[in-house]
């Protein structure tokens, strides 16, 4: 987020011209980075964090996310407001990484290692969250595939012992797998605070792209705004992580 040198390369050309048809799309990947993945990774940190209040809070926060709506309408709402704008920001984002275009909006004071570094944890966040969504989602949730084992009355949900033991807990962990284990734990350590800096970095091009904070000091104090948000999301997601990690289970 350092507002060092600009270079040629890293500054970002204003590509709404005639000739660019994408230019739509592109602003598209640039919303869909705040809203609504930025705002559900807020949210979904913030639901987490019931895992430092025990298993039993965790559990109870889980069944009551998954029946705030009838099954059918939570799917959809699901798959609406997080999976495709997911799947799409994450498909243009390769697109974009792997073509090194610049993406939308003129954004002078970007630096080069910040530009390289957007890409690198943008693909980083992808491999996590295939992991993550993979397991946690549809592996565990969907298929009914527990991690650990579990009592289940009611609905049969991903719980705070699946999580544990994912993250290779030895109090939770019966087996060591390809889904659990230390190597999951170094995966989610890493892939959780690139994804929270690829969110947090990018607020500042977000900014500047929709006209929200154009000038010198506007960028300055979104930067100091945005790493702020990166060391609350940062601490609370590695207090998680270590609680589930080495925390007992009840
Ligand atoms: C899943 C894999 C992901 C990939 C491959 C990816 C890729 C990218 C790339 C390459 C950019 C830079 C575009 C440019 O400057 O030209 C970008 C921007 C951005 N991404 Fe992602 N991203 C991913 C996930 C996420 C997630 C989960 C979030 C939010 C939690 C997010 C939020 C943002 C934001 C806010 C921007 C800045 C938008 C702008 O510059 O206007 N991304 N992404
Ligand atoms: C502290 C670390 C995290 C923990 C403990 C955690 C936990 C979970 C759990 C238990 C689920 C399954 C929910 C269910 O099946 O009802 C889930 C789903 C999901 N997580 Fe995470 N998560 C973490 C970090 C992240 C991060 C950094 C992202 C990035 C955006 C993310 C994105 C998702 C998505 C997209 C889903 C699928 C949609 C959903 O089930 O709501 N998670 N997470």
Known sequence: MADA?????????????????SFL??????????????????????????????????????????????????????????????AYHA???????????????RYAYASNWGYLAQRVTGVIALLFLLVHVGTL??????????????????????????????????ASLGVQSILAGDHIFALYGIGTLCTIWHFTYGLKGFCWTWGIAVGRLAQRRVTQASWLLFAVLSVATLSILFQMRFGAVG
Not at 45 to 61: C, H, I, K, T
Not at 64 to 83: D, G, M, S
Not at 138 to 160: K, Q
Request: with cysteine; net charge negative.
């Open 91 to 105: 498909l243009y984002g390769v697109w974009v990484a792997a073509t090194g275009r610049p993406n939308v909006g």
């Open 137 to 170: 989602r549809t592996w565990v949730t969907l298929l009914g595939n527990h991690l650990a084992p579990v009592n289940a009355d009611g609905l049969d949900l991903v719980t705070y012992r699946d999580v544990a033991a994912h993250l290779g807990n030895p």
């Open 25 to 86: 799309w592109r602003r598209l990947h640039s919303l869909s980075g705040v809203l609504p993945l930025g705002a559900f990774l807020c949210y979904h940190v913030f639901e987490n964090l019931s895992a430092l209040r025990g298993p039993a809070a965790y559990d109870e926060m889980v069944n009551h996310v998954n029946t705030l709506l009838p099954r059918p309408f939570f799917y959809a709402l699901e798959l609406v407001t997080i999976i495709v704008p997911l």
């Open 5 to 21: 040198a600009t270079t040629a390369e890293s500054v970002r050309t204003d590509t709404g011209t005639r000739d660019d048809h």
